[in-house]
């Protein structure tokens, strides 16, 4: 793998704003991918970030500096719905492939 | 449009027995990809093909092997399970057009487990 690393559990309230980060290797690096996975389902799209800054989509907004190899998910206005594995996936210059990272767990509470 | 389709579902399966999973997309995709998912380990790339004709290995290949005959198809085979193979298996497929990075999209997933 490519190093990617993020943590494994996160909790938090229902309104609230929760942020997941995510570091990988800069070497031959080209873009950040993140996916939410529902217990049981598959992983689904949810951002793409190939240059510095901030991208949002409405609730989700997503982070990148190329410089430190880091990211950051933020979920906003916490939904109970939102509860579900968000997996950091980097790409690299000339491969299709995805390195993915372990996976984060949050848990909204009501 | 149903976007990629794999089969079975769930399946359990004796250890020494041979077993393909299957996996299909209409989105005439170039690029698609076998993945396994353990708990704490996250998404490992098992085998993966850019184009019809051409397979490539990943980052756990051993026991398994792929096949890519035309766009649509990209079949997993265990030749003979084992427990360790017990996991989820995700296919999953993307555009792979020259020069770019492009989102990849998965499948419902396999759930196997071998005894």
């Known amino acids: 793998g490519q190093n990617i690393d993020q943590p494994t559990e996160m909790t938090a309230t229902e309104g609230a704003i929760v942020q997941i980060n995510c570091t990988y290797q800069?070497?031959?690096?080209?873009?950040l991918f993140w996916y939410q996975q529902h217990a049981g389902e598959a992983p689904t799209f949810l951002s793409y970030?190939?240059?510095?800054g901030l991208e949002e989509k409405g609730r989700f907004s997503s982070f990148l500096s190329r410089s430190k190899g880091y990211s950051y998910l933020l979920l906003k206005e916490l939904q109970m719905k939102d509860s579900a594995s968000y997996l950091c996936?980097?790409?690299?210059?000339?491969?299709?492939?995805?390195?993915f990272g372990a996976g984060t767990t949050v848990t909204v509470r009501a | 449009i149903a976007g990629i389709t794999q089969a079975p579902t769930s399946q359990i399966l004796a250890a020494g027995r041979r077993m393909t999973l299957r996996c299909t997309q209409d989105m005439r995709h170039n690029a698609m990809y076998w993945y396994r998912q353990d708990l704490g380990l996250g998404l490992r790339l098992i085998h993966y093909s850019n184009t019809a004709g051409t397979t490539g290995k990943g980052e756990v290949p051993d026991g398994y092997s792929v096949s890519r005959a035309n766009t649509d198809d990209f079949p997993l085979t265990l030749a003979s399970a084992v427990p360790s193979q017990t996991s989820v298996y995700f296919c999953a497929s993307s555009a792979g057009l020259a020069g770019g990075t492009d989102t990849q999209y998965f499948g419902p997933g396999t759930r196997l487990t071998v005894l």
């Open positions: 996936a980097a790409s690299f210059m000339n491969d299709y492939k995805l390195s």
């Open positions: 970030n190939v240059l510095d």
């Open positions: 800069t070497s031959g690096f080209n873009g």
